[in-house]
Each structure stands twice: as structure tokens, then as C-alpha cells.
């Protein structure tokens, strides 16, 4: 990664630009990948760089959707794998329930090999994909992202996606799952259709995530499914959006 001095102002900013740009040349992530992050970047800019309280509280939901359900899942891109695999690393060890599985928009076999290998080279076990030859498919949607792992998302009631297109975000709640989306664009189809819409920087996210659910493992499950139900994710959205409008 090229050396950004420390002292930089945007020193975060332009360490996420590299692991994008070096994740395109490992082969771990496309040239849309660009795109998406510098979207990104422009929304994150927008809302002032900065974990709000409405992130905060999704957070929390998020959590206690992990921490209660049968079989939790990660859906992984390029993207999420380029910036985030060591995060994720301790996400899993915290919560050891929680399944990893690759799943791409611009599929290819060996893309998907690729990322698999990436995260399990830093330490994550079991890594799924959804190429998996016995796969099965979300019946509303044409994407590659229509494939699921048999023992991965097929499975999930509770799914956390990242950087996600709003036809599979759509495809995974009409198939009866608890969606949690990563997503900086509160107007994004993915954020308005996910039940939980973390709005706030991946990289950011993933520590808070992991630390909530640490604390959580000591939450009685009484007054997780009452964070649940109190959770309210239109409210969330409303002052994400507010505090992009207002500057707040
Ligand atoms: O690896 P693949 O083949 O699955 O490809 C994935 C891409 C990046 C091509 C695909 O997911 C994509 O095109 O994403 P979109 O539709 O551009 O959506 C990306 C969304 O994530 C946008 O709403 C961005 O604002 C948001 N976003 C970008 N970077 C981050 C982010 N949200 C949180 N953290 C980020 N670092």
C-alpha cells in the first residue's frame, strides 16, 4: 500500500482509497468497486465523517438480530473483502455463530476463490461460497447474487450485507430474512428496504458491531427481542437523511 504520512487530514480517507485500489489489483475487487466507494466517500463526507447516533442505535438492533437468530450470515463482495478482512476476522471471533459467505455481483469462479482464500488466509474459517455447485437461488432476482450457499445464506434468517444492490437487499426480505445493511446512502433501495440500515462507514461499522455483540453475550434475551421490537429503522433513515440535508 502506497505510504500516506500518519499526519495527513486525510490520512483514514486516502488509507481506504489504497485498500480499494490494492484489493482491484490482488483481483479481489472490480473497477466498479471504485465507483461504489468513491459514492461512498461522497456520502460519508457529507455526514461529517463521523458515527452518528442513529448508526449507533442500528448498531445496537443489529446486534441483538446476530445474537438471537438460528443461523446469522455475512454476505461478503470485493469491496467488504478489500477493506475489511481483518475486522471481520474479530467480528467472527467474538461471535464465533456468525457465517461468512462470498457473494459477488460481477461473479466469477475465481473471484469468489480468490476473496474465500483472502479471508481465510487471515484467519476466518469455514468461508462459504455462493458458486457452490449444489447452490440455491433467490427466485425474484437475475443477478449473480441470486445464488446461495445450502449452508449459508439459503439457510439465514438474519443476513448483514454491505455495499449491496437493492434487487438482492428486495430478493433476500421477500424470501423471508432479516436483512442488516452497511450502507452510507440512507436513499440508497438497499437502506430503504433492509430492516436494519446501518448508516455509517463500513470499516467503522465493523469494530462498533463487534463490541456490541461482545457486550450482548451478557444481554438477556428478554431485553434483546425488546431492542428489537422497540427499534424503529424509518425513523433511523429519517435522521440519517436530516443530518445529511441539515449538515447536523
Ligand atoms: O464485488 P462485487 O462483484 O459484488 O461488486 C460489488 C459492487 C461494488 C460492484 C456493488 O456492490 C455496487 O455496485 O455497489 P453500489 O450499488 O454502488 O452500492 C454501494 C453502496 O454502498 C452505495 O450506496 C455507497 O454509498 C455505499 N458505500 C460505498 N462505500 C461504502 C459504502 N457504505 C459503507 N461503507 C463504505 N465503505
Do not use: W
Not at 15 to 26: E, P, Q, S, V, Y
Not at 66 to 87: D, E, K, Q
Not at 182 to 203: F, G, H, W
Amino acid at each position: 500500500m502506497a505510504d500516506i504520512p500518519k499526519t495527513h487530514p486525510r490520512y483514514h480517507s486516502l488509507t481506504l482509497r489504497h485498500l480499494i485500489t490494492d484489493g482491484l489489483k490482488a483481483g479481489l475487487a472490480t473497477e466498479a468497486a471504485l465507483l461504489a466507494h468513491g459514492r461512498g466517500e461522497a456520502f460519508y463526507y457529507l455526514l461529517g465523517e463521523k458515527t452518528h447516533d442513529f448508526a449507533h442505535e442500528a448498531i445496537q438492533a443489529a446486534s441483538a438480530l446476530i445474537v438471537t437468530a438460528r443461523h446469522p450470515v455475512f454476505s461478503v463482495n470485493g469491496n467488504t473483502a478489500s477493506l475489511a478482512a481483518a475486522a471481520l476476522l474479530d467480528l467472527v471471533k467474538a461471535y464465533p455463530r456468525l457465517k461468512v459467505e462470498v457473494n459477488l455481483f460481477y461473479h466469477s469462479p475465481g473471484r469468489s476463490r480468490l476473496i474465500r482464500e483472502h479471508l481465510e488466509a487471515v484467519g476466518i474459517p469455514g468461508v462459504l461460497e455462493s458458486c457452490a455447485a449444489d447452490n440455491v437461488e433467490l427466485a425474484t432476482i437475475e443477478s449473480p447474487r441470486r445464488r446461495m450457499n445450502p449452508e449459508g445464506i439459503a439457510q439465514a434468517d438474519v443476513v448483514v450485507v454491505a455495499l449491496e444492490d437493492g434487487d438482492r437487499c428486495q430478493a433476500l426480505v421477500e424470501a423471508g430474512k432479516q436483512v442488516i445493511a452497511i450502507d452510507l446512502n440512507p436513499l440508497s433501495r438497499t437502506a430503504q428496504l433492509a430492516q436494519v440500515s446501518i448508516v455509517d462507514e463500513l470499516t467503522q461499522v465493523i469494530p462498533l458491531l463487534t463490541a456490541q455483540i461482545s457486550a450482548d453475550l451478557q444481554t438477556d434475551p428478554t431485553s434483546l427481542a425488546e431492542r428489537i421490537a422497540r427499534y424503529d429503522n424509518r425513523d433511523v433513515l429519517a435522521r440519517a437523511i436530516g443530518a445529511i440535508r441539515t449538515g447536523a
